[in-house]
Each structure stands twice: as structure tokens, then as C-alpha cells.
């Protein structure tokens, strides 16, 4: 059993930041031992993977589309799974949910536990 809880969604406008948070709770098996990942679906659009994070934090993976602007971390010791977004654009607006693996190991897919979202609307 898997609960996934995001917050920090919002309304900002284009060049802005949000911080998402997830907050997770595990149970026979524990959030450290699990990789992350942060997922966006827009209106019309499929959803898409834009960032993960191994069990150690060590290693990540982003889409093209959010390199050097999103920046995801953990903090292992909250159970808490962060993306940090910076100079945010109109086409990061969309559904933004958190999943977790039942690996240690970053990959773009293969999630079984999701939360239930948070929105993120960028303003031109």
C-alpha cells in the first residue's frame, strides 16, 4: 500500500517558480528503497514522464523539455519527493502528479502508485 499526496500547485505567471511537493506513505515497503517520479498531463495531450529520481538521489533523469529549468530531489528522511520549477512557461501548464517504482532505479516508466494530482497553470 502506496498513498502519494502533492502539493504546491498554482497559478504563476510565465518566468515564475513553484516548488511541488510529495508526500508519501509506504507500507511493506519503504520510501527509500523506491525511485520517483514526477509526471505531467496536459488538456488533449498523453502524459508524459519530466522527471525521476532514483532511491539515493544520486541519479536523475528529465525530459528535454524542462532540462535546466525543473530539478528534482528527495529528502528520504520526510518521505517527501520535490520538483523544483523554475522560469516556467505557458507549456508547463497541465496535471502534475507524483509516482513511485517498486525499483530503486530511475526509469521513465513502469509506476504502479500515483497520487492524485496537482495543478499547475502558467500565464502568458
Known amino acids: 500500500q502506496v498513498q502519494l499526496v502533492e502539493s504546491g500547485g498554482g497559478l504563476v505567471q510565465a518566468g515564475g517558480s513553484l516548488r511541488l511537493s510529495c508526500s508519501c506513505a509506504?507500507?511493506?515497503?519503504?520510501?527509500?528503497?523506491?525511485?520517483m517520479g514526477w509526471f505531467r498531463q496536459a488538456p488533449g495531450k498523453e502524459r508524459e514522464c519530466v522527471a525521476a529520481?532514483?532511491?539515493?538521489?544520486?541519479?536523475?533523469i528529465y525530459a528535454d523539455s524542462v532540462k535546466g529549468r525543473f530539478t528534482i530531489s528527495r529528502d528520504n528522511a520526510k518521505n517527501t519527493v520535490y520538483l523544483q520549477m523554475n522560469s516556467l512557461k505557458p507549456e508547463d501548464t497541465a496535471i502534475y502528479y507524483c509516482?513511485?517504482?517498486?525499483?530503486?532505479?530511475?526509469?521513465?516508466?513502469?509506476?504502479?502508485?500515483w497520487g492524485q494530482g496537482t495543478q499547475v497553470t502558467v500565464s502568458s
Open positions: 509506504f507500507s511493506g515497503r519503504t520510501f527509500s528503497s523506491s525511485a
Open positions: 529520481i532514483n532511491w539515493s538521489g544520486t541519479n536523475t
Open positions: 509516482a513511485a517504482r517498486n525499483s530503486r532505479y530511475v526509469a521513465l516508466n513502469e509506476y504502479p502508485y
